[in-house]
């Protein structure tokens, strides 16, 4: 980066960064708790508290049941698409562990 461009750079910041800060800060602040199907959040972490949001079109939702009954009938099509399905889900809730851990470890030098 070329100085000129540094200098302009830290005369924006001064002038509206404080600004786009506070904006940033308040915007997070009311929506943190928030699990929204369009921006893609589908977990967080609220205190010790994990919240999920499943989004799962109709034909997934009917195939899952199909399965659970299939399997219920002892169906091994039925057990396999299910033990799939938790297996998915389950790596989700470990990848959300790590990373409940990761922040932990990143807040506590606080």
Request: hydrophobic letters at 45%; one cysteine or more.
């Amino acid at each position: 980066m070329d100085a000129d461009f540094e200098d302009v750079w830290d005369d924006w910041l001064e002038a509206v960064g404080v600004d786009i800060d506070c904006e940033i800060e308040e915007n997070f602040e009311r929506s943190q708790f928030m699990l929204d199907m369009d921006d893609g959040t589908h977990a967080q972490w609220r205190e010790s508290q994990l919240g999920v949001l499943l989004i799962l079109s109709r034909e997934e939702v009917e195939q899952l049941v199909l399965a659970r009954a299939l399997a219920k009938q002892g169906e091994i099509d039925g057990w396999i698409t299910m033990t799939s399905w938790v297996m998915g889900f389950t790596t989700f809730l470990d990848q959300c562990l790590t990373v409940v851990e990761d922040a932990d470890g990143l807040w506590s030098d606080d």
